[in-house]
């Protein structure tokens, strides 16, 4: 058997050369896509680490006032926050109305 392949050129015991460079495209474009992956996980990585920051200033905003006696109060109107709210957003320091209208801002 070792007798068969040594009269053949590289290109037929090893397949057509072409081919090898198609290969290499390949594995560059794989490369590529495995680039934008990682991109997008550290912008998604970034983005989740910006919102757990600002929760965690809120809630420690929210501690503040509770501290100081205006937890459960508005900070913009100061007309109470209603429990609903509270119970569902511990952290909430703007009545419903008053962060709709920061949000719109």
């Not at 290109?11 to 991109?39: C, H, I, Y």
């Not at 996980?41 to 983005?47: G, I, L, M, N």
Request: charged residues 30%; contains cysteine; proline residues 3%.
């Amino acid at each position: 058997m070792a007798g068969t392949t040594r009269g053949r050129s590289p290109a037929g015991r090893f397949g057509n050369p072409r081919k090898w460079t198609n290969l290499g495209n390949m594995s560059k474009g794989f490369g590529e896509s495995d680039m934008a992956q990682v991109q997008s996980d550290r912008a998604t990585s970034e983005s989740v680490r910006r919102l757990i920051d600002e929760n965690q200033r809120q809630a420690e905003h929210a501690t503040t006032r509770r501290a100081e006696g205006t937890y459960g109060l508005c900070e913009d109107c100061g007309q109470t926050i209603s429990a609903e709210r509270l119970r569902f957003l511990p952290d909430a320091t703007r009545c419903v109305s008053c962060q709709a209208r920061l949000e719109q801002r």
